[in-house]
């Protein structure tokens, strides 16, 4: 039975935890591998709308099993409010419904005043972070001085461990003009994160391990989207972890031949929450009529997103990092209304064309997006459930990215809803 991981291919925010949604109907597991709550995924369902941080988006499958794996940085407070919350909603958070890697690493307050500090003294120079300790949780877990859930159950050795931390981070705080936090405070209250948390925590790895030799459906969830991966996004303007397919390997102890199938997400238009590159930005009419329709502001910050045209080339990159092999569209309503629609096929450089994304900024500040123009639709799309019935127009936009891309279309999303989806082809059905 299948393994599925899911990617986003631009810059995040691309509609992963819809598709999730959809998918985990046929799901068994659903795991998230890496980053924290600097994400988010929106799902609307019944008209209600719910935003997870950490919780996998196929909590509010009644069938499936939802996994936190060691490869994501976890924040006790965020994630107790957070099942707490879905508690309230009447779900079943129980030790067989959630289940944590005991290996995840812990974002300590700590954390989060530093990457804060280090924001406000960057000034003109900000990377453009969340400010949720993300980075320097990371930075802990490489420099082998990070908490691992597992450690808060373990009050007197966290104890001693936490005393010869905090100095040192006090030191730098200090020296950031920040106000030292107090051992005390963070003792007494991760203890007690520890002890709420101890029955969800597990070897991550030997729950999927089983699940797949009982045949059971595993669905792997990603966070933000490929080019912000530490290794190959548009750095330093990426988040503090690995974002592409590979990493769901790392991120949750399973091996590469258990994978079956890579689905990439692309948004319809492309967008960006803070600093970096963005080629097809649109700063006029159509970007800001892109943002409004779309809803896009950050479901973490409430920031709003820069957006553009779609960026194939872009896609097509990602399409050879993450190795995907199908593909789910999102927010094709979205562009409902325009005249004319553009999509970015190949970028002007230095007098030549090329097909591919440069790995340096001083490169990518010179790319100039070479468009190919195509006719729009006026219909209103989001209750379609056929695919021959879409407009003519919208039909040649998609097979446009078809035919560019050359991988196939599993799935078109046409609206917030669970239910505005065309499934094309299920991932988990032969």
């Given amino acids: 039975m299948p393994a599925v991981v899911v990617v986003g291919t631009q810059w995040g925010d691309e509609g992963k935890g819809k598709i999730v949604d959809v998918l985990t109907e ?15 995924h929106t799902l609307v369902i019944n ?16 069938q499936t099993t939802c996994v936190i794996g060691n490869g994501v940085v976890v924040d006790p407070e965020v994630l107790i409010n957070e099942i707490e919350k879905l508690k309230k909603e009447g779900l079943n958070i129980d030790s067989n419904k959630l289940m944590i890697s005991e290996k995840a690493h812990t974002i300590m307050p700590y954390h989060k005043a530093l990457d804060m500090a280090r924001e406000n003294k960057a000034h003109k120079n900000k990377i453009g972070t969340t400010c949720r300790g993300i980075g320097p949780c990371y930075e802990d877990k490489a420099a082998r001085k990070g908490f691992r859930l597992i450690d808060l159950t373990y009050p007197d050795i966290f104890k001693e461990r936490l005393k010869n931390v905090l100095e040192e981070k006090n030191v730098i705080l200090k020296y950031l003009e920040t106000e030292p936090l107090k051992f005390e405070d963070i003792y007494e209250k991760y203890i007690e994160y520890g002890k709420y948390l101890k029955p969800y925590l597990t070897d991550v790895s030997q729950v999927i391990w089983q699940a797949k030799k009982n045949n059971k459906n595993v669905l792997f969830e990603g966070a933000q989207g490929t080019f912000l991966d530490i290794d190959h996004g548009t750095y330093p303007y990426v988040t503090s972890s690995n974002t592409i397919a590979g990493n769901a390997c790392c991120g949750t102890g399973i091996g590469p031949s258990e994978i079956d199938l890579v689905l990439g997400i692309v948004k319809a238009y492309t ?13 006029d009419e159509t970007g800001n009529f892109l943002r409004d329709r779309g809803f896009e502001y950050g479901s973490t910050t409430g920031r709003p997103r820069r957006c553009g045209w779609l960026d194939l080339v872009l896609v097509k990159t990602a399409i050879r990092l ?25 970028y002007e450089y230095e007098g030549k064309t090329i097909d591919y994304l440069p790995s340096t900024l001083i490169e990518i500040s010179k790319l100039k997006p070479i468009y190919k123009e195509l006719s729009g639709w006026k219909e209103d799309i989001s209750q379609i459930k056929n695919f021959d019935k879409l407009p003519e127009t919208t039909k040649i936009y998609l097979k446009t990215i078809e035919d560019y891309l050359k991988v196939p279309l599993y799935l078109i999303s046409t609206g917030p809803e669970r239910d505005n989806c065309l499934i094309i082809k299920n991932p988990f059905q032969n």
Wanted: charged fraction near 20%; proline fraction near 6%; hydrophobic fraction near 40%.
């Fill in 26 to 40: 046929k799901a068994d597991y659903v795991v998230r591998f890496q980053g924290g709550n600097n994400a988010g």
């Fill in 271 to 283: 967008t960006r929450v803070g600093e970096g590159p963005f080629p097809t930005e649109l700063e």
């Fill in 322 to 346: 993450n190795g995907i092999n199908a593909l789910a569209l999102t927010k094709l309503d979205v562009l409902s209304g325009l005249d004319k629609i553009k999509v970015c096929i190949g």
């Fill in 47 to 62: 008209q209600k709308k719910y935003i997870l941080h950490l919780i996998p988006s196929g909590i509010f499958r009644p």
